[in-house]
């Protein structure tokens, strides 16, 4: 703090430029919103370095096992393999790994992803921008269905807590929760589909159906509706269980707090106290859990994708995989981690509104 | 008397963030052996730390702490294990003091077999059966192989107690070491922490908020009243309750309520000039307690950190840290 | 007073058979209150009897048999004769001396292989496929060639039985005993092979790789996050920093990622490489138990007695975690499995054991997923490793209730 004595002006004069960037810098950090973001930047660029040597230091790194499929598929010698694979993968391998991660993250800076190894031409970033899309229309559906579903289930297992329905419904989250989502995934597509055929599992195939043309109709809005309802259905089930369990566990916390008495004793309606005093510190711990559940879906997303041909980037992400694309299969990893970060970044910006504690500290 | 425990110019900060909390300042202090110290204060005031840093649980930011006459951080190998072992500490919760892993005999046994006083299991029972009937936990057979949590409160402080003697130490430091029981059982454990002092010859540092009970059960012994992190008066405990010198402890001493109405009635009661208590870390410059003291003397008070030091208009044998006094000036009102 | 004062009445060490035995009978408590625990416990006990016993008691079927691929469950073989000759030839003993007929190939040859003896053993030698052979066996049956067939009942059953028009391909032919064989519980594969003995000895590998990386996952974040919380400094920095990089990483796609580039020949390397990418959550809970256990009276106390670091870490602060690490450690393991499973599924990992992961692969793969006839093949892994999963989690949940001290009160 600095206490200003007016009879010391020729002190104030000397240290001026530097002293007042460094304070404006200082004060500009110290607000919450730029702390976040700031910090969500240096973990984005942490997993890229942290990522990029990983997969440089593992045995078989992406370079020399595209060298080995050149060689070996289309009968290249060492070097021509060698100087293909150098060019696909947009840096020297001579170099020095440092080297390859100043020039690695040069490109990255300026939005360059590679190009696809396997369909030359082909720009990484355009492929991601047409298959991110819909991983985060279905995923994001998914989530807001069982994180309100979870939410209002959560909290009527806290209000009727040890009776039937909060016993029957904590079994059945436990058992929802247990079981992998590819795994309900699997159930549902053979009961439902290929058993009962409530409904067509090859016309459902895909984003949208091949004789559609994309445009802002209602049809087409019913048709992507349709094709995204399996994967979302499995999305739901997969989480609903986590939601509705800690949802519970954080209202019964709640409910036991003392303000929530006092309210009840001001004689507040039963509604007035559920909405704004159990429901509002309830939900609070559960903005960090939803920012954790994204990035654990769209993990997941791959083998949901996957199975039911719905072509997302998590389905892409398989496929470059399968083709041994790697720039391909770098450039979506990097991608699902920076949407991790972001709805990391989101979801503490969020809870900073609802809880005025962390943005004074900074601290939880 | 010979001191046992002696506070060198102690000080202790923690850090939360950057900013550091001085939650001891300067602390001189002997704890005499065989005597009964009692360090009272209010939450905050450091009798907690300094409680920690006399056991040597916590080492202090500055300053000396002397085990007889040696400086503890100095200690090596069995000079340091015999410091450890003399120094023993009852803490506060009898509910978090206890690991509700353990039985009894396993807390109880631990440190005999640790420190090689019992060489066997049959002694190890012995030994802790002995512990136990030294606390009043009979019949023995009733307590020995059960959990703390199938014990009452004051049954688990009184293993605490016999915990704390299992090493024979030769100083307790009773850390609010009744707060947390029931009043009817107070008492009792009070009165077995003063006869242990005569027959197990161990010096006992009880650390209390409350003045009435320091008064009570230190009578023979001394009382250093703490405030913000520094002891503002330290005398026998007849002195400092018959003729409280520094205004802190008047404050504090005219809050107590007699049980006689009569005399309540009649007590001259000080007003604070403010009742909030500074924070640790925006402490007042000069005397801590000036912002609140009703004969604050304006220049003076304000300026000068306060030594302890003995009053001389007084009879009264106490220290205290108060400039006016300590310089001989006499007490006057403040009036701005 | 005398040396064995205070000894325990009974004359055996109380320190250990004691506590070995309150905790049997918490343990029971706890089951008896927690209903859904003990479905879990119960389940739990069945899988490592099927896990460990199961292999040694049913042999893995690797026969293919081209008359019963993807037949239903209870499907097994039969023995179909004229309406004729209906009660002479019941039994495999009744064709001792008789001409039988199999499909080349199949599940009936080598249930005649002991009556081949009797020289009358005649065999399709044509190799037929599905079901391709049938009618031409029948027709020989039906003639008078062979005096019985020793066939599948699913394909009998399509032959035998009346379509839907209500005609009888065969009205001469009756099937004189429906319980030849033994029936395949679960039915058949898209070889014909049983899918009861791939179930059985499909949850080894995975199970144990999965218990291996769950061990390997918490073991990983105990000793980090004791050492973070015990040491502090920079070491916790550093350990913090790495936990929260890691966990930041969608673990997943990672997993994809490198098990692309590693050839994860070996299921240790698997487990080992599911125990690095998911340590962080348990460690990052660790650290702060730890340190709030570390901040306990009874810890100050037991610094204060000087019983030793080893001491305070073994006997004071471990025992206070060990139903939260226990807990934790089945939910790694049910991570590990998730992961796991999903590799396998996707096809990342070599193909070096049947497992339930592999049946679905090959489900995927193969396309049987989408055949109605063959719902069985991939539904049975589905369901093992779902009610594995779902017995794990009941399980944590008893075992959060049996060191529950308020449970001990009760005691």
């Given at each position: 703090m600095a206490t200003h004595t007016p009879t010391a002006p020729a002190l104030e004069a000397a240290p001026v430029p530097s002293f007042h960037l460094l304070d404006y810098l200082r004060r500009f950090y110290a607000n919450y919103t730029v702390r976040t973001i700031f910090k969500a930047l240096v973990t984005i660029w942490a997993v890229i370095t942290f990522t990029f040597f990983l997969i440089r230091l593992m045995p078989g790194n992406p370079v020399e096992v595209y060298v080995d499929f050149l060689m070996n598929q289309q009968n290249m010698t060492y070097d021509e393999a060698y100087s293909r694979a150098a060019s696909q993968f947009r840096f020297d391998p001579d170099a020095s790994p440092v080297t390859q991660y100043v020039e690695y993250m040069g490109h990255l800076l300026q939005g360059d992803l590679g190009e696809s190894i396997t369909s030359s031409g082909t720009r990484v970033i355009d492929q991601i921008a047409r298959f991110l899309p819909w991983t985060i229309f279905s995923v994001g559906l998914g989530l807001l269905i069982s994180f309100t579903l979870g939410a209002t289930l959560g909290t009527i297992m806290a209000y009727k807590r040890n009776t039937f329905i909060d016993h029957t419904l904590s079994l059945i989250s436990s058992i929802l929760s247990a079981v992998p989502n590819y795994i309900w995934g699997l159930m549902i597509l053979i009961i439902f589909g290929v058993q009962l055929r409530w409904f067509n599992v090859g016309e459902l195939r895909g984003t949208y159906s091949p004789t559609m043309t994309p445009g802002f109709t209602l049809e087409f809005l019913g048709d992507v509706l349709k094709h995204a309802m399996l994967p979302v259905l499995v999305y739901v089930t997969g989480s609903i269980g986590g939601w509705m369990l800690n949802m519970r566990n954080s209202t019964i916390g709640t409910l036991g707090e003392d303000y929530v008495g006092v309210a009840r004793a001001r004689g507040l309606t039963s509604s007035r106290i559920l909405l704004a005093y159990v429901g509002r510190n309830a939900s609070l711990p559960m903005f960090t859990l939803l920012a954790i559940n994204i990035g654990f879906i769209i993990g997941g997303s791959v083998i949901i994708e996957e199975l039911f041909v719905y072509k997302g980037i998590g389905s892409f992400l398989y496929w470059s995989i399968s083709q041994r694309d790697y720039t391909s299969m770098q450039g979506v990893f990097l991608i699902i981690t920076i949407s991790v970060v972001v709805s990391n970044l989101m979801a503490d910006l969020l809870y900073s509104r609802l809880d005025p504690r962390v943005r004074v500290s900074g601290e939880k | 008397m010979e001191p046992i425990l002696q506070f060198k110019n102690v000080s202790r900060s923690f850090k939360k963030g950057r900013i550091p909390i001085p939650v001891l300042q300067d602390i001189d202090l002997s704890v005499n052996a065989l005597e009964f110290l009692c360090l009272v204060g209010e939450s905050g005031c450091g009798k907690t730390t300094t409680g920690k840093i006399l056991s040597g649980l916590l080492a202090p930011s500055s300053g000396r702490v002397l085990f007889e006459g040696r400086d503890v951080s100095k200690l090596r190998g069995e000079a340091y294990r015999h410091y450890r072992r003399s120094v023993q500490i009852i803490h506060q919760d009898p509910y978090a003091s206890l690991n509700p892993t353990q039985t009894i005999y396993d807390i109880l046994s631990f440190p005999l077999f640790r420190h090689k006083l019992v060489h066997n299991r049959t002694q190890a029972r012995d030994r802790v059966a002995e512990l136990l009937t030294m606390v009043d936990l009979t019949p023995v057979l009733d307590v020995i192989d059960k959990y703390p949590h199938q014990l009452s409160g004051g049954q688990r402080q009184r293993v605490s107690i016999a915990r704390a003697l299992t090493t024979n130490p030769s100083v307790i430091i009773a850390d609010e070491a009744v707060s947390m029981v029931d009043v009817s059982i107070r008492i009792g454990l009070l009165n077995m922490l003063m006869d242990m002092r005569t027959s197990l010859n161990v010096t006992i540092v009880f650390i209390t908020h409350d003045l009435a009970l320091a008064k009570y059960f230190a009578w023979d012994g001394r009382i250093a009243v703490m405030y913000l992190g520094r002891v503002v008066e330290i005398g026998r405990t007849p002195d400092l309750i018959g003729e409280p010198q520094h205004p802190y402890t008047r404050v504090l001493l005219s809050a107590i309520p007699e049980a006689d109405p009569q005399k309540t009635r009649s007590k001259q009661h000080i007003l604070l000039r403010s009742e909030d208590i500074p924070r640790l870390t925006e402490l007042p410059p000069g005397c801590s307690f000036h912002p609140r003291c009703p004969w604050f003397v304006e220049g003076v008070c304000d300026a000068r950190v306060p030594q302890l030091a003995p009053v001389p208009a007084s009879a009264s044998a106490s220290e205290v840290a108060c400039i006016p006094l300590t310089e001989g000036a006499a007490l006057t009102l403040y009036t701005p | 007073m005398t040396a064995t004062t205070y000894e325990p009445t009974r004359q055996r060490s109380p320190h250990f058979f004691d506590s070995l035995f309150a905790s049997l009978g918490i343990f029971g408590l706890a089951l008896r209150r927690n209903r859904a625990g003990m479905v879990g416990f119960i389940g739990l006990m069945i899988y490592a009897v099927w896990v460990l016993i199961g292999p040694y008691l049913v042999p893995f079927d690797d026969q293919v048999r081209l008359d019963q691929i993807a037949s239903p469950p209870g499907s097994r073989l039969v023995m179909i004769t004229r309406v004729e000759d209906v009660s002479r030839y019941t039994s495999l003993d009744d064709l001792n001396g008789q001409t039988v007929g199999v499909l080349d190939r199949s599940g009936g040859e080598t249930m005649v292989e002991p009556y081949e003896d009797s020289g009358a053993l005649e065999v399709e030698t044509e190799r037929f496929s599905s079901g391709r052979g049938v009618p031409a066996l029948l027709d020989q049956l039906a003639e008078g060639d062979v005096d019985a067939v020793v066939l599948f009942s699913d394909a009998a059953k399509r032959y035998l039985t009346p379509s839907s028009s209500g005609e009888n391909d065969y009205p001469g032919l009756v099937v004189s005993n429906a319980e030849l064989g033994r029936p395949y519980i679960l039915g058949t594969d898209?070889?014909?092979?049983?899918i009861l003995s791939h179930i059985v000895h499909g949850g080894t590998t995975l199970i144990t790789t999965a218990l291996v990386a769950g061990l390997m996952s918490t073991l990983i974040a105990v000793v980090l996050g004791a050492m973070a919380a015990l040491v502090g400094g920079m070491v916790d920095t550093i350990v913090t920093a790495i936990a929260n990089l890691v966990l930041t990483i969608p673990s997943f796609p990672l997993l994809i990622v490198l098990a692309a580039l590693i050839q994860l020949n070996n299921p240790l390397m698997l487990a080992l490489l599911i125990a690095l990418l998911s340590w962080p959550v348990l460690m990052r809970a660790i650290r702060s138990q730890v340190l709030s256990l570390r901040e306990r009276d009874y810890v100050e106390a037991a610094f204060a007695l000087d019983l030793g670091l080893r001491h305070i870490i073994l006997r004071e602060i471990l025992p206070n975690m060990m139903s939260f690490v226990a807990i934790n450690f089945i939910f790694a393991v049910t991570r590990a499995m998730y992961d796991q499973v999903g590799l396998i599924f996707l096809g990342m990992v070599p193909i070096n054991d049947y497992t339930w992961g592999v049946m679905l692969y090959f489900g995927r793969s193969r396309g049987t997923l989408f055949s109605p006839d063959s719902a069985s093949m991939v539904l049975s892994p589905v369901i093992a490793i779902a009610l594995f999963q779902v017995s794990m989690v009941l399980f944590a949940r008893s075992l959060e209730e049996m060191f529950d001290p308020r449970l001990r009160t009760a005691k």
């Open positions: - | - | 898209t070889q014909g092979r049983d």
